[in-house]
C-alpha cells in the first residue's frame, strides 16, 4: 500500500500532469522576465521608465519558443542525471537564442536591441534556469527518497538482465 501523501503535497497536481507542465513553462517565462529587468537595470542604470516594451515582446517570443525548442529538456527527471538535463536545457536555450537572432537578422531589428543586454540577459536566464531546474530536481530527489512520487513495476522473468534490475532498484523492491 503506498505511503498518504503530506498535506502539503496533497495541494499540488500530480508532478507529471499537464497543469504541472503549464506550472513549469509559467515558471521559465517568469525567469526570463526576472533576467531581462535585471539584465536592462544592470546594463542601463540611468534610462527613466524601465525595459522598453519591444524588449518584454523579445523576451516573451524566447520564453513561447523554448517551450517549442526545449522539448528535450522537458522530459521527466525521474532516473535522469542533473548534468545531462543541464545540457540539454543548455543546447535549447542556445537554439532559442540562435533562432531569435536569425529573426532579428532578416527582419533588420537587430539595431534595436542593445548588445550588452542581450548578453547579459542570455546569460543571466541560463543560469536561472539552471537553478530552477537544479531546485526542482532536488526537491523531487527528497520527495521520493521519503518515499512519495513513486512508481510500482511489476518484474517478470529470470537471468541476469532481471537480476541486474533487481540490483538496481536497490531495497526498494
Not at 527613466?48 to 527527471?77: H, I, K
Not at 541560463?126 to 527518497?145: E, H, S
Amino acid at each position: 500500500m503506498p505511503k498518504p501523501r503530506p498535506a502539503v503535497l496533497r495541494l499540488l497536481p500530480a508532478l507529471g500532469s499537464p497543469v504541472m507542465r503549464l506550472a513549469l513553462h509559467l515558471a521559465n517565462t517568469g525567469l526570463l522576465f526576472v533576467a531581462a529587468h535585471a539584465a536592462w537595470a544592470l546594463t542601463h542604470p540611468d534610462t527613466p521608465g524601465g525595459l522598453p516594451a519591444r524588449y518584454l515582446n523579445l523576451t516573451l517570443s524566447a520564453a513561447l519558443l523554448l517551450v517549442l525548442l526545449g522539448a528535450p529538456a522537458q522530459r521527466s527527471f525521474r532516473g535522469g542525471d542533473f548534468m545531462g538535463l543541464a545540457l540539454k536545457l543548455t543546447g535549447s536555450w542556445c537554439a532559442t537564442l540562435g533562432a531569435g537572432m536569425l529573426w532579428l537578422f532578416f527582419s533588420k531589428t537587430t539595431g534595436d536591441y542593445s548588445r550588452s543586454w542581450a548578453l547579459m540577459w542570455a546569460g543571466m536566464g541560463l543560469v536561472l534556469l539552471l537553478g530552477k531546474r537544479a531546485l526542482v530536481y532536488t526537491l523531487l530527489r527528497y520527495v521520493r527518497a521519503k518515499g512519495y512520487n513513486d512508481r510500482r513495476v511489476a518484474v517478470v522473468g529470470t537471468g541476469a538482465t532481471i537480476s541486474y534490475l533487481l540490483s538496481r532498484m536497490g531495497p526498494a523492491r
